[in-house]
């Protein structure tokens, strides 16, 4: 099993430019979240999904968005790259609500 | 809404000296209890972790954490520590599932970064 995979590992944006960070996992897991994690600050949850088809915000959603069309992939999309989305990024799955999350190795991303 | 506190920011030891990670949280109902760990350059992996029973979890590579239910805390030790723990240590809690829909979200701490000096 691969796990948890994120694409691309480093990401250079300009001010309003889109990007998607990819994440794939192979473990059939239904739950599926996205964090960023900036010095000092631990990890904050943006967004996650309880199975394909559903989405909801975590603590920190605004200015990204997310999609759940299968079970293996979880996108999670920048539509117009601010400063303040300079972070790195992990996406985790988990079998289920409370269960160990299961991280990928990270997406770090630039914003300049 | 949970929150979880971690006291130190960094800590510096000699290898062989004994460890202890504070961790308390925040939290009205039943938890569960995470400690993840960070090596330099790497992703989030988990250490032990505590849903119910023995408040005593013992983990990977010697590490152990205590569940103390009336000081609302799981502070993380190890007796002896190598350089290779060089790492940053993540507290993290989350609801059990019965304590409502959006509460199963994982709420992490700040972190503790831990220098081992050879």
């Known amino acids: 099993n691969a796990g948890v995979t994120q694409t691309p590992k480093f990401r250079i944006l300009k001010i309003g430019q889109s990007m998607t960070l990819q994440c794939t996992q192979d473990?059939?897991?239904?739950?599926m979240y996205w964090y960023r994690q900036d010095p000092g600050m631990g990890l904050k949850l943006i967004y996650y999904s309880v199975g394909a088809g559903i989405t909801d915000k975590g603590e920190v959603p605004n200015g990204y968005n997310v999609s759940r069309s299968t079970t293996e992939d979880f996108p999670l999309r920048l539509e117009l790259a601010a400063p303040s989305q300079t972070s790195v990024y992990f996406c985790?799955?988990?079998?289920?609500?409370?269960?160990?999350?299961?991280f990928g190795p990270g997406t770090r991303l630039l914003v300049l | 809404a949970q929150s979880v506190s971690q006291h130190n920011h960094h800590v510096i030891l000699s290898e062989a000296a004994s460890l202890e990670l504070g961790c308390n949280y925040s939290?009205?109902?039943?938890?569960?209890l995470f400690w993840y760990v960070q090596y330099p350059g790497q992703h989030l992996q988990l250490l032990l972790k505590y849903f119910s029973g023995d408040p005593l979890v013992k983990g990977i590579k010697g590490f152990e954490a205590e569940f103390i239910k009336s000081k609302f805390s799981f502070n993380l030790r190890k007796p002896s520590v190598q350089w290779s723990d060089t790492a940053e240590y993540f507290c993290a809690v989350t609801g059990a599932p019965t304590s409502g829909a959006g509460s199963y979200q994982l709420t992490f701490g700040k972190g503790t970064k831990l220098s081992v000096i050879p």
């Open positions: 473990m059939n897991h239904n739950y």
């Open positions: 985790a799955s988990s079998a289920g609500p409370v269960q160990t999350q299961y």
């Open positions: 939290y009205g109902g039943t938890v569960n």
